[in-house]
């Protein structure tokens, strides 16, 4: 099979199931920055602290990305093609919560707000915390044009906030401080 098949070279692409969209279109940027998510989460993987959490969790995380993704690569009237392999994530948002609540306590108890930075860990998990919140921004703004399966919002709500607690986290296994953020003088 060949990479490349030149049906792009118009500014279109392929959903699932068959139709075809403009490259600019809400739902490509929707599901493209889940790609890039899916990619900073690989890299992540990279530099986590095995302390922190486990190569399992990241990877399940990159699976759950890859069937979000596919959700929003079919149009809501092509839903079914997906299957039941591809129609849920299988994090569940309970266990993640639980996920943050252990993280948390790794971490000592938040006094300020908190500017990305300190060990390379943190530094990547606040990457994908980044990431996260700009794909739910764009999900956000697909919904606007057409139904979308709340599962998505909120498991990319809750990844963000599970990315924020384990950046904080790695600073406190790492043994470094989180960054304050102090408001300074003009």
Known sequence: ???????GDDGSTGLFGGDRVSKSH????????????????????????PACVG?????????????LGAILAT????????????????WSLEAMEADIDRLTALA???TTFVLPGGAPG????????????RAEREA????????LDPA??????RLSDWCFALARAENAVAGVADIAWVAKEG
Do not use: W
Request: hydrophobic share 40%.
């Open 1 to 7: 099979m060949k990479l490349y098949t030149r049906t």
């Open 75 to 90: 149009p809501p009237d092509r839903q079914a093609l997906l299957g039941q392999r591809l129609s849920r994530p299988t």
């Open 108 to 110: 000592p108890p938040m």
């Open 152 to 157: 998505v919002l909120h498991y990319l709500n």
């Open 26 to 49: 809400p739902r490509l940027a929707a599901y493209g920055t889940l790609d890039e998510l899916n990619s900073v989460v690989g890299l992540l993987r990279l530099h986590a602290d």
């Open 122 to 133: 943190a530094a990547h998990a606040h990457l994908a915390r980044t990431v996260c919140r």
């Open 140 to 147: 956000v703004a697909l919904t606007q044009e057409a139904p």
């Open 55 to 67: 190569q399992d969790t990241l990877e399940r995380i990159q699976h759950d990305l890859f069937v």
